[in-house]
């Protein structure tokens, strides 16, 4: 007799009442009896179901006609009957019922098993491509980063913005002048005030800079628009609008709002304070992609130091602060600092303000500094900086107050990189601690962004993904890595591996078009199955995550990811640490078409992210992940 439990799959799982398929080659099971202990078969009946889910009608599963079954081999009494039923009888999107009766060879079940469901259930669903889409595969966050060396009279940060280490150096002196006298300089972290103060200064300066362009005969519109750029000297625009007290940047901006404010003292023999002065301080890095776009022939970086007034003692009679940056550089040539005031007028050859004469929001200083870079190769640079304050009250004295580095060696977060490598490129240079995110525009190409989300859901490394925060690492034109030609290794060569002839396309409904074999993690990275020293790295694709897409047959235009199970029979196992899926052509073609960006200057080693809009509102693979239209 027939067992009371019958199953359905791969993999044989059940959401409530329903097993959930996964692929349209359905493995239908029920254990069966003898009560002489002989051998016997099963037979295997399929129905639709009504909208309440009751049996509807029989499906032709052998051709023989509306009533066609499926007869299992003979098994032995207690063992478990299956059946396969072939592709294209049963449609995803489905719900099913069926249920078996047993044949000893001589005496047929009088009758049937239990009902059982079952529905072929994708790991994702979605439409046809759309023709339009908002999404920018290439549009990048700014980050807040942490710098690992910001000079020994500020605390070092760890990442939740927790000290690390407190400051080794709380004041710095210089000599002595004849007279005895001498300027010590403290820094200080930001605090409540200054952040209070770098909002009345943005306010104000703003206010100020929309009047002198009314006062210039400028239109309404125009002096808003002025005011909205304001300040107007700043070499990165957005860092303005950044709150005070955390460093930001992008692939290939720094914007260092932590730096907080330094306390120039002037005392003399006797260390009684003549006078004193505060200013507030941020700083700036920008980089150019691109030889010319920043108006010079070459590659090139610059620097910026921004300092603001708080208070000076009229004692001083006046100030001035030069400021020092220091670089590896073996192939720079560095401008003369250019000294701008908050309207980005020429301000003199230091920043130089009079103790009688100076506003505490409009009077700031701009430092500029410009580097061009005619290396060959590609160079990482380290740079550093210090300020050293003078006043007019004393002719020699001086002290220097260290601002630390572009970052420890192992992390070097605030090192410019410059080439001349990237293909198609004229050299240039940008910030390689940022990563950047490629962002699959999952409107115009859902099958391969559905696919790339359920991989990075269930491969150990979860590559790509910042849920997992999981770096991809792009294979660059400067890899070491060598074919055993001596040629240098391509993303073609580990597509081969990964894509070899052990694989072939599934069969899929003709509204699915032209397939391809996709790979994930891409060929282009460092991830994929084929490169040779990837963490993922298989003899053969066979070993990889076996997918394909087709249509949905529950009368939607959908379609779905499902399990190709003709290499392994019960679907990808969940640790495979590669994929590969028959996906649109034009898909596969198209997903990456424009990775990476030229901006990025990507070279090889370089982390980035991958995202997949559509579908990153689905947290699991145990449920069908549905595709969501973005914008």
Not at 232 to 247: F, K, N, R
Not at 293 to 302: H, I, L
Request: with cysteine; glycine share 8%; net charge negative.
């Amino acid at each position: 007799m027939s067992g009371a439990s019958p199953s359905a799959g791969p993999k044989f799982a059940k959401s409530g009442t329903v097993w959930r398929v996964i692929a349209p080659e359905v493995v239908l099971r029920n254990t069966v009896t003898d009560a002489d202990g002989d051998t016997s078969t099963e037979t295997f009946q399929v129905y639709t179901t009504n909208a309440d889910g009751t049996p509807k009608a029989a499906i032709d599963l052998d051709g023989s006609g509306p009533n066609g079954v499926l007869v299992s081999a003979y098994v032995a009494s207690g063992g478990l009957a299956k059946v396969t039923v072939s592709y294209g009888i049963l449609k995803p999107g489905v719900l099913y019922a069926f249920h078996t009766s047993a044949y000893d060879g001589s005496l047929y079940e009088t009758t049937w098993s239990p009902w059982a469901y079952f529905r072929i259930d994708p790991y994702v669903t979605f439409p046809a491509a759309q023709t339009s889409s908002t999404i920018d595969s290439t549009a990048q966050e700014n980050i807040e980063f942490t710098r690992t060396d910001p000079g020994p009279a500020l605390p070092t940060l760890d990442a939740n913005g927790e000290v690390k280490r407190k400051a080794t150096q709380e004041r710095t002196c210089g000599k002595s002048d004849a007279d005895g006298s001498k300027i010590c300089i403290e820094l200080s972290p930001p605090t409540a005030e200054a952040k209070a103060r770098a909002e009345k200064r943005t306010e104000a300066l703003r206010k100020a800079t929309e009047k002198k362009a009314r006062n210039a005969g400028k239109s309404s519109a125009e002096a808003a628009a002025a005011a909205a750029d304001a300040p107007l000297a700043d070499l990165v625009p957005w860092c303005s609008d950044e709150p005070v007290g955390t460093d930001y940047m992008n692939r290939t901006d720094a914007c260092l709002k932590s730096i907080g404010s330094g306390t120039l003292v002037f005392v003399d023999s006797e260390d009684a304070t003549i006078g004193s002065a505060r200013f507030d301080f941020e700083q700036r890095i920008k980089t150019y992609p691109n030889k010319g776009a920043s108006g010079s022939n070459f590659a090139e970086f610059d620097q910026q130091i921004r300092i603001m007034p708080v208070s000076i003692s009229p004692e001083l009679q006046g100030v001035t602060l030069r400021w020092n940056t220091q670089s590896t550089c073996t192939a720079c040539v560095t401008s003369v600092i250019r000294w701008a005031d908050d309207f980005d007028n020429a301000a003199g050859d230091n920043a130089y303000w009079d103790a009688n004469d100076w506003n505490a929001y409009t009077d700031g200083r701009w430092g500029t500094r410009a580097t061009t870079w005619n290396g060959t190769g590609k160079e990482r640079i380290d740079l550093g900086w210090s300020v050293t304050a003078s006043v007019d009250a004393s002719t020699t004295a001086t002290a220097t107050a260290d601002f630390g580095t572009s970052g420890i060696t192992q992390v070097q977060e605030l090192a410019p990189r410059c080439d001349d490598i990237v293909g198609g490129s004229a050299p240039g240079c940008v910030l390689p601690f940022f990563k950047p995110t490629w962002t699959v525009d999952t409107n115009k190409y859902p099958a391969a962004g559905g696919y790339y989300w359920y991989m990075q859901q269930v491969m150990p490394d979860h590559a790509g993904s910042k849920r997992w925060d999981s770096l991809m690492h792009y294979l660059g034109p400067d890899t070491p890595v060598l074919t055993e030609d001596g040629d240098p290794w391509t993303s073609d060569d580990s597509r081969n591996t990964v894509c070899d002839n052990t694989w072939s396309v599934h069969p899929s409904d003709a509204s699915v078009g032209s397939l391809d074999c996709d790979e994930y993690a891409m060929a282009s990275t460092h991830e994929s199955g084929g490169y040779p020293n990837s963490v993922n790295l298989v003899t053969s694709g066979s070993k990889c995550a076996q997918l394909f897409t087709d249509k949905m047959g529950d009368g939607s235009a959908n379609f779905g990811l499902l399990a190709d199970t003709r290499t392994a029979m019960n679907g990808p196992s969940g640790t495979e640490r590669c994929g590969r899926a028959a996906i649109s052509s034009t898909q596969n073609r198209l997903a990456f078409s424009g990775f990476p960006a030229p901006s990025w200057r990507m070279l090889d080693s370089d982390g980035f992210f991958v995202t997949l809009p559509g579908f990153e509102h689905c947290t699991s693979t145990a449920a069908t992940c549905t595709w969501t239209k973005i914008g």
